[in-house]
């Protein structure tokens, strides 16, 4: 069976710092995988999706950027936070039609 | 352009009472529609999907939806309200384009009252 894992869990960084996100897909190959955001409150935002090794679309301008230097493996980046990038993180694969999430990271910026 | 609207931010009912979160979409072609659940600090679950087959669709733990074209609506029921139904639930489309992208509803939180 499929599963994605996400981490860390949770992260508090200061402002300015750069931030890492991980997340990893086992069970499957060439996955679409996904990047959204959610802030406190509100619905999910898609940052960026992937449909193969290397090929990268973003949604929304922001600081933020991906990565995908294996199949199964898509990072999540940033060179200097900013408060408004708090929130919580969730990666997403999808086989056809539906995604399936991962458990989400919350980071907190300072 | 797809777009998702869930009508109610929050709905409260009693434990043992219907549950009935509305949803409505805009979808310039036959969308796929699915339901979320996301108890605090977890990630999401798929509850049930619509893909243009049966349009009355059963889901995991008692949910149903119904597809309704002609009021463009997928609204989430369930009969019976347990404790454990409480959570954040969002309503989602997907344009079937292949890159499966998802448009998500702004959620609906669900309080159960005992």
């Known amino acids: 069976s499929q599963t994605i894992h996400q981490w860390p869990a949770t992260l508090v960084q200061p402002v300015g710092s750069p931030l890492s996100l991980e997340c990893t897909v086992e069970?499957?190959?060439?996955?679409?995988l996904y990047w959204y955001r959610q802030a406190a409150g509100r619905g999910l935002q898609l940052l960026f999706y992937?449909?193969?090794?290397?090929?990268i679309s973003s949604e929304v301008p922001q600081n933020l950027s991906a990565s995908r230097p294996q199949d199964r493996q898509f990072i999540l980046s940033s060179k200097k936070l900013l408060l408004s990038d708090s929130g919580f993180y969730l990666c997403?694969?999808?086989?056809?039609?539906?995604?399936?999430f991962g458990p989400g990271t919350r980071l907190t910026v300072l | 352009a797809q777009s998702v609207t869930q009508l109610d931010s929050h709905v409260s009912v009693s434990e043992g009472t219907p549950v009935l979160l509305r949803c409505n979409y805009s979808?310039?072609?036959?969308?796929?529609l699915f339901w979320y659940v996301q108890h605090p600090n977890k990630g999401l679950q798929l509850l049930l999907k619509?893909?243009?087959?049966?349009?009355l669709v059963k889901g995991i733990n008692g949910f149903e939806a119904e597809f309704k074209k002609s009021e463009t609506s997928f609204h989430l029921t369930k009969p019976s309200a347990h404790m454990s139904d409480a959570a954040e639930y969002f309503c989602?489309?997907?344009?079937?384009?292949?890159?499966?992208?998802?448009?998500f509803g702004t959620g609906t939180r669900l309080t159960i009252i005992p």
């Open positions: 997403a694969w999808s086989p056809i039609r539906e995604q399936f």
């Open positions: 069970g499957t190959s060439n996955p679409n």
């Open positions: 992937s449909v193969g090794i290397g090929q």
């Open positions: 979808s310039s072609y036959s969308p796929s």
């Open positions: 619509y893909t243009s087959a049966a349009t």
């Open positions: 989602v489309v997907s344009d079937n384009f292949g890159n499966e992208k998802l448009t």
